[in-house]
């Protein structure tokens, strides 16, 4: 498998400080940066081992930049159209939880997904955070940012997706959209796809393999 295809991103969390209709504040200063490593050696924030403290209010809407192999990509993210996902996202991001994460999971015409970090006591933690379901207010179209989610309800964890493609058979099963890419989906286009879906079935990464052995 040609797993170095998929990308390698960190995440920089970018506050909107102006909207439409106010001026543009002097340069506001991020909320928190993740500096792209140029090392696979990763240094764990101790916060990560500690799911029950990272319960931040997110902002009403913030951006969050991607910076990936195959180019840089921003999602704004609007916490109206899913608070408690809006806010899961924010706690992660801010304390590093995606840096140098992989995309394990990229499927022509559907979706490419993320959200298994690189050390597997960090990802055996959060996996056993479920958050609660968000009321749908937004539907599944192309470009949108959803968590994933089992078929069971108040189940989300850590994995997230992008949809690639309008996805809208997805609105009653709980895929719930938080946020969407506003710069640079076609970034996302780039990613290898010829896998299929995870092992044993396909050709990609196997996601249990991957969360016990680190992304």
């Not at 504040?25 to 500096?35: D, E, F, L, V, Y």
């Not at 408690?84 to 490419?112: E, M, P, Q, T």
């Not at 809208?168 to 290898?192: R, T």
Request: hydrophobic share 35%; with cysteine; aromatic share 10%.
């Amino acid at each position: 498998r040609r797993f170095a295809q998929l990308c390698i991103f960190t995440l920089n969390l970018l506050p909107l400080a102006a909207f439409a209709g106010q001026a543009q504040p002097a340069a506001p200063k991020p909320a928190a940066t993740a500096k792209p490593r140029t090392t696979t050696h990763m240094t764990t924030d101790p916060a990560l081992l500690k799911p029950a403290t990272l319960t931040a209010k997110a902002p009403d809407v913030y951006e969050v930049k991607l910076v990936t192999t195959k180019g840089d990509v921003t999602i704004q993210v609007t916490r109206a159209w899913a608070p408690l996902g809006a806010d899961h996202f924010y706690n992660l991001v801010k304390r590093g939880y995606y840096d140098n994460n992989a995309f394990f999971r990229a499927l022509k015409d559907y979706i490419v997904q993320w959200g298994i970090n690189g050390d597997p006591k960090v990802y055996a933690r959060w996996d056993k955070v479920k958050i609660k379901d968000d009321p749908p207010k937004t539907p599944n179209k192309t470009g949108t940012v959803v968590f994933a989610t089992p078929s069971e309800p108040n189940q989300r964890t850590t994995h997230i997706f992008i949809n690639i493609h309008d996805n809208e058979n997805l609105d009653s099963s709980g895929f719930v959209p938080f946020g969407e890419v506003n710069q640079v989906l076609d970034n996302i286009m780039k990613i290898y796809m010829d896998y299929g879906e995870g092992g044993p079935g396909g050709e990609g990464p196997e996601q249990e393999a991957s969360g016990k052995g680190g992304n």
